[in-house]
């Protein structure tokens, strides 16, 4: 931590300073320039809020000099975090695909769907089977039965399953049906269910909140890391901007950026982030030219009769050309769509 | 709802777009001018998703034209909800006080601070019991006995008490000690809670989420009200922009536009929208004058111990000084402080 | 323009609505329902501030129907602008690439870069002349003798040239030396500049403002066709929103909304959305991908002491290897670079 | 400037890193922990671009520590900037209003409106003459003659004239006019305008731009100032954010912020932050509580018959009620309006 100390800082001002420092347990050095004074601060713990700091009389400004989360950051490994399921590898050299429609409706509808996404070479299959809504009187999801009808069409057709988790008291049975837990985004900092998730032996994907920055993000995976759950990958799917015509806008720029920061995987979700379909191909590829680690995609065979979301859902024959112009995109960037 | 039918709409898409509309359950008018043709459907539902019209061909746009909420809605009740809790009434002509700590601490130091509170007037003590935070390294609250301490200061020194609930896990135990149920910004979209406690018979706080519009605030509102629970209050701390010089940005316009729109109270978060304990007393004065039904400000009599967020508390003798302030604008607008 | 009436609307209010509609100069249509009467009004002009209406006693809500552009959408025109200069056309089925330097800083670095540029097969140059910047201590710019080098540099490689117009009175000493016109994001609401490069024959490029929603950067697009000149291309360099980590959030979702309203190109900016250089690549790769008509990228040869934003261009060799990789994202969407 | 490298930064790194510094003019401290090397680096220039350290190998973080601006900031002149206008001054004790037509309409419009702003006791008349709008088709102003009867009228009833400049070129006939200069929120960084007004002998009151942070008006205002112009004001009129309800969200915790951080004088503009007429009352109040050292307004006698922004404007006798409160409301944080 730096503290950067007022012109005008008076003797009596620095002292004091320099003694809440040592009480909240920091080593000081201290540096006195013809125009300012600094002192800087070692050991600060993740935790500690820079605020106390700042709010002292003669301070001007305080930087926290270390990345509030650890287990997250590539400076504490250097190497990408690959997330392995069944033969199927997240993090690594293959770009991965989840697709699959936005709520398990039926067992025709999931089962039609798994083919779909099976026959394009598609590895995961998504699908949401607790689905509270923006609007109270709106589809909440087929719950349990979904989860099974879910877990059979996958099983049908060789694919990991990949669905979301919103409270605490579902994920002992969500557990029994999915390969991969969704955190969504409005849960991003749900810290007790994070907990909970790190305490499990299943990978997670965390979304990112609306309004989360970057390193937000990490910081919520940094609860899940650090409760014992290493397979954590993130998921951009959108945050809230002024602009109104796409429901979200997706931040392309959040892929090299966590490439960056941190080890964990990122995957993009197009589907949410502009909520409107002859959109999702267009991000879709540029996710992947800006070096997304995978894609999760909602699609439905007759989306006008969609429960939820059917607006933003692909039509299978979207899908399939889309696989194809990513599938040629991957290999300009040294992967391949796995 | 009004569909605007693009310029070169063709009459096949025309018919197309009428016979989705009945399907839907839709009458339909239709009005063709010189330049445009619209179609109006009557009947749309609240839980309606526009966009399985918008992505028709030949449609230009669509406007929902009732707001997605209906219980909340000033349309709907004109009177203000009046919340009464014992001899305290909040929504009605006087404007309530809520104070005390972030985190309850220790007997102690929630005694000391609800004597103060009940020294100056304010009626309601705050403080949090269950404490997940942005970091998993952080104090994460006493849990019951942080609850027990707190009832018992309020009891002495006749307080109601509010607390923040996080979980539904939590509801049961928070119940025996609460007079008001908060749900933090954070979870102001985690609609199993809302309808969990839509289903208990104690008043609610709702906290606008950092990334919510004022009509989604509403929305999570109506799935609160809409399952048995009539006494909500809204609480505006502040949205998310691209200014960082404060924590959030306070949305002071929020004030008068709930009240247009809504007949529920609305109760002002200075303490966390700034995130500075200097800038909460300017933020608190002019919550007041744009008309704000309460305020819930964090106070600590030893902030830089404070376990959380002692940067943003007031000392005891500013919140009393900021008080009689208060009380003075309160008169100016035709209210009191209650 | 359709208006809303509230449930509880007077036959008074109704009247005293339908009278200022007519004063305004609107053909009516009335649709009564069970529950919402709704006035539909003909003949809304661009300029009409729906505002007027919506303030009117008894009026619920107020919708334009009709974009507040016309000559910019695709309902006006329904092809491709194509902007021929020389033997380059933007908006075709080509892919056109501009690069150059931010500040012209001297003839060898101009040529240098020029040699380069001409290399990739990029055909266009840009450069700055006049660069006043955020701080009033920073590098200024060459002025004129700035645009006399890069239009040398520029003709001895046979390349078309881009520089920034900021204010009325450069245009003069401008035109003499550029091809294309730049207006900076900070202008896109200068409405003075707008019309009069409305009045001058060569293409101008406007850029979208850092806080400016699709709709808005298509009116001033408007005020430049409306003025006489048809050769606009619009450019997405990024918009401000809460992130921080990344200079601007580079909005890739306008590329397919703008070609979906408007038969504008668009071209990209991945340089000043970023801000930082190893951005670059892949928000320029995502551009591409995305459907962008063009890049305008910075490149420098020495940019650890280039006079302004050294930091977010591209080493000449890096350039090189991203154009390699643009021609081949390129033809995956049936494009090509050119 | 604080420079953090990485952990795993090597010695030639290190070394290469300190020659930059050494190159760009800095005297370098360095501070070895067991975790952290921290340069310190002392010498920084306002201008200059941290990201050219920010992007060298082995850097992790940098952080500028001095603020971007200096003429501006409260650390440079501690005293209140108060600027005198005839008897009037902006930035003392008193809170001054200004008042009047968003457009000079017509000689009969903007003398009734001086004699209404005149009787509440209101020292300045606003008014634009040069109004270039959003939408090229509307209403845009009177020019010149426009000033001519709005200094008339001022004459008449003993105002003090505000307008605004859009142009360089419009300054000359602008100056025989008014008393003080505006600059619009859209102009705020053009900077060839602010370093005109920075050469002029009038006072200048600088918008807030719509995307533009609190320190980025503050560097804008430095450009005036260090053209050698010391009377300037700053004006809060709203930010661009997510929520739609209002045109803009006012920003009330900025007039705390600029006080703390710059001796300028804070004026608040309701009118543009909000864009309807019920919301200005509760927000104007809000802004006098909050601290600001006045308020501009917009009045209409006949606001449904206004060229411009008619939807905004109060009635003459809301505004004469709204003085009334304005005036209690002063009273209680110890000023009064003058």
Redesign the interface.
Known sequence: M?I?L???ASEKQIEDIKS?LVDYGF?I?E?R????T?L?A?GV???F?I??I??LDGV??V?R??V?YKLASR?FKNDNTVIKINDVEIGGNKIILMAGPCSIESESQIFKLAEIVAKTGTKILRGGAFK????????QGLGEDGLKLMRAAADEYNLIVITEV????QIDVIEKYTDIFQIGA??M???????ELGATHKPVMLKR???A????TL?SA??IL??GNPNVMLCERG????????RN?????????VH?KSHLPIVADPSH???????VP??A???????ADGLIIEIHDNP?KAL?????ALLPQTYINLVD?LK??AK??NREIG
Chains 1, 2, 3, 4 share one sequence.
Do not use: C, W
């Open positions: 730096v950067i007022q012109n005008n809440h080593q050095h540096s320039g013809v125009q300012k600094i800087g070692i713990q993740p935790d809020d605020r106390k700042r709010i001007a400004d930087y000099i270390t509030p400076d509270p809504r923006t609007s109270p009187y709106s589809f919103m409270q605490i008291n409005r849960n900092q749900n810290f007790g269910l994070l907990k909140g609306l309004s920055t970057i390193e937000e910081m940094e609860y650090s409760s945050i809230r901007t002024f602009e109104t015509y796409t806008t997706f931040d392309v720029s959040a892929i090299p950026v960056k982030a502009t909520g409107y379909r002859d959109q267009p991000i590829r540029a996710a992947v030219a800006a070096g006008e939820s979301d059917g607006p933003q112009e040629a995109i300009i960037v």
